[in-house]
């Protein structure tokens, strides 16, 4: 088990990925040709992804139904998990009694009530401090943060999401919207990606 345990105001870190579980092989699933070489293992697979993100949309709803909520999805990375979460939450919706008005905005960001950010992987936070400041500045009745992966990053000070899918090493991955410069965001898997995979797509 990894050293550091995050834990998130509502008390789940989402699932937690040991530091040293060597991950799927990628011979387990498939994935595009053009990247043969360039990831060492799959941390997540798709259908996970897509599992946990439903489980996710579920807690959502049952903290904010019939709120009025505004999605802010930070990009880039973000998206994918973003428009999977948003589909979950609209589908709940539709077979239950329970609903979320619900208004998807992607940077601009005035005076509004209920603001649910989602963002695809938080490292050492800085990021979603930097955010959260902007967006505390407009004094919205309520944030909650969504974080589909959560790396444990030594000294990270940060507030944690409220909603978390993955807690997982501190390696660099890539897939289902999260980028090496720019590529593999056509990649379903969450993926680590190889040491020639970075060289390969080098700036
Ligand atoms: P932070 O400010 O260190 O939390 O980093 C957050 C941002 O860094 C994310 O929004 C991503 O754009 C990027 N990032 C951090 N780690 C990874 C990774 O493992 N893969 C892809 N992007 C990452």
Not at 4 to 31: H, R
Not at 91 to 118: E, G, Q, W
Not at 132 to 151: R, Y
Not at 169 to 194: K, Q
Request: aromatic content about 8%; hydrophobic content about 40%.
């Amino acid at each position: 088990m990894a050293g550091i345990v995050l834990q998130t105001e509502g008390g789940s870190g989402g699932i937690v990925i040991d530091d040293d579980w060597p991950g799927y092989s990628l011979e387990l699933f498939s994935y595009p040709a053009h990247y043969a070489g360039d990831l060492e293992c799959v941390v997540v697979p798709h259908g996970v992804i897509m599992d946990r993100t439903e489980r996710l949309a579920r807690n959502i709803m049952d903290d904010l139904g019939d709120h009025d909520i505004v999605v802010l999805c930070v990009l880039k990375g973000g998206y994918q998990f973003c428009a999977d979460l948003v589909d979950k939450i609209k589908a709940l919706s539709c077979s239950s009694d329970r609903t979320i008005p619900m208004r998807v905005h992607f940077i601009r960001l005035k005076s509004y009530l209920n603001v649910l950010i989602v963002e695809g992987i938080i490292g050492t936070g800085k990021t979603l401090k930097a955010l959260l400041k902007h967006v505390e500045a407009f004094k919205p009745k309520m944030i909650k943060v969504a974080g589909l992966l959560v790396k444990r990053v030594p000294h990270n000070t940060a507030r944690l999401p409220h909603y978390v899918g993955f807690e997982i090493p501190d390696r660099f991955v890539v897939g289902y919207a999260l980028d090496y410069n720019e590529y593999f965001r056509d990649l379903n898997h969450i993926c680590v990606i190889s040491e020639s995979g970075k060289l390969k797509y080098k700036m």
